[in-house]
């Protein structure tokens, strides 16, 4: 799972999602792309889960950049505690993901593999997500 080494603050605020991404937005590792549709956070356990799917249909063939990294942290206050008394503990960590922000690229791989592959991926992410190739683009 992916994890933040050191943070110089634990706690964030929630801070705003709005516009598109621009950076992180174009295909520049490898052939083939999954790309956020629409905006959202994703878990590092979402992340890991989309990651084992994906190497799982591929049988560990061609090579696999993960584009986002989980390290805004998410408080979450216990059940049934009463209103005030501060902020809680960080809970866990999620990565910001605007719309067209790249999530995963794939290489050494057919197509139809990598689509079956992200198709499996999308299901394990909360948000929308599109198949693109370098091909395409062009």
Do not use: C
């Not at 999954?34 to 590092?44: F, P, Q």
């Not at 591929?58 to 805004?72: A, C, H, N, Q, S």
């Not at 009463?82 to 605007?98: E, I, L, T």
């Not at 992410?125 to 370098?134: A, E, G, N, Q, V």
């Amino acid at each position: 799972m992916l994890i933040i080494k050191k943070v110089k603050y634990r706690k964030h605020q929630r801070g705003n999602n709005k516009g598109i991404a621009t950076r992180g937005a174009d295909i520049s590792f490898g052939e083939f792309a999954l790309k956020a549709e629409e905006r959202g956070m994703l878990t590092s356990r979402q992340i890991e889960a989309a990651r084992k799917a994906i190497s799982h249909r591929t049988k560990r063939g061609g090579k696999l950049w993960i584009r986002v990294f989980p390290d805004k942290s998410v408080s979450k206050k216990a059940q049934e505690t009463r209103m005030g008394s501060g902020k809680s503990a960080p809970d866990h960590f999620s990565a910001v993901v605007k719309p067209g922000k790249i999530i995963f690229e794939i290489s050494g791989i057919d197509e139809e593999l990598a689509k079956s592959a992200f198709r499996r991926a999308s299901d394990k992410l909360p948000i929308k997500t599109r198949f693109i190739s370098r091909e395409s683009i062009l």
